[in-house]
T-cell receptor
Framework: QVHLVQSGAEVKRPGASVRVSCKTS????????IHWVRQAPGQGPEWMGR????????TYSPSFQGRVTLTRDTSNRTAYMEVGNLRSADTAVYFC??????????????WGQGTLITVSS | DIQMTQSPSSLSASVGDRVTITCRAS??????LNWYQQRPGEAPNLLIS???TLQSGVPSRFSGGGFGTDFTLTISSLEAEDCATYYC?????????FGQGTRVEVK
């Protein structure tokens, strides 16, 4: 079965950076996009971007362009999301997620457990 | 960005009621519309893809419809376990965007 296991919660100071890992298993890592979605307390999900694990090509939301970097390590079947210049508004649960077997319309089929990032001075 | 607007933002209904949630896109998204259910403390869970395709394992009381800019999620007979927040999400163009959510309370 498909699993996405994320790294643990972190507390960061404003201005710092954080990197979240997402280790996958149960499928061919390079065959499906990995997306990153965050959810601030009491808010709806917000799409941050995606990475093609095969090519490494990335697409970012304009809201995060220049501050978020998505990478992957194919040998370890792991995706990474780094956010720089953190501010209090970045306090949220960050999810990695894998696309489903869509023929035409893509969707998110599997989610990591989420990683709480708290930004506080 | 394509804006997704859901209504209502919350509702309260009784077991057995028919419930309908609407989602409107700011431009046409054809059928590139997915619906997720999220319970507190959990990740979202896909219910319906491509506007109307029920995912395996999802109860048949859930259904979706619509095309272009206007979509609906219907629960034909509400059950207690349906207490959750429901989100629409478009995958027609990047950035993918979600609606603000509809919180469903079961009386």
């Amino acid at each position: 079965q498909v699993h996405l296991v994320q790294s643990g919660a972190e507390v960061k100071r404003p201005g710092a950076s954080v990197r979240v890992s997402c280790k996958t298993s149960g499928y061919t890592f390079t065959a499906y996009y990995i997306h990153w979605v965050r959810q601030a307390p009491g808010q709806g999900p917000e799409w941050m971007g995606r990475i093609n694990p095969n090519s490494g090509a990335t697409t970012y939301s304009p809201s995060f362009q220049g501050r978020v970097t998505l990478t992957r390590d194919t040998s370890n079947r792991t995706a990474y999301m780094e956010v720089g210049n953190l501010r209090s508004a970045d306090t949220a649960v960050y999810f990695c997620a894998r696309e489903g077997d869509a023929m035409v319309v893509p969707w998110i089929a599997y989610w990591g457990q989420g990683t709480l990032i708290t930004v506080s001075s | 960005d394509i804006q997704m607007t859901q209504s209502p933002s919350s509702l309260s209904a009784s077991v057995g009621d028919r419930v309908t949630i609407t989602c409107r896109a700011s431009q046409t998204i054809r059928s590139y519309l997915n619906w997720y259910q999220q319970r507190p403390g959990e990740a979202p869970n896909l219910l319906i893809s491509a506007a109307s395709t029920l995912q395996s394992g999802v109860p048949s009381r859930f259904s979706g419809g619509g095309f272009g800019t206007d979509f609906t999620l219907t629960i034909s007979s509400l059950e207690a376990e349906d207490c959750a927040t429901y989100y629409c999400q478009q995958s027609y163009g990047t950035p993918w965007t979600f609606g603000q959510g509809t919180r469903v309370e079961v009386k």
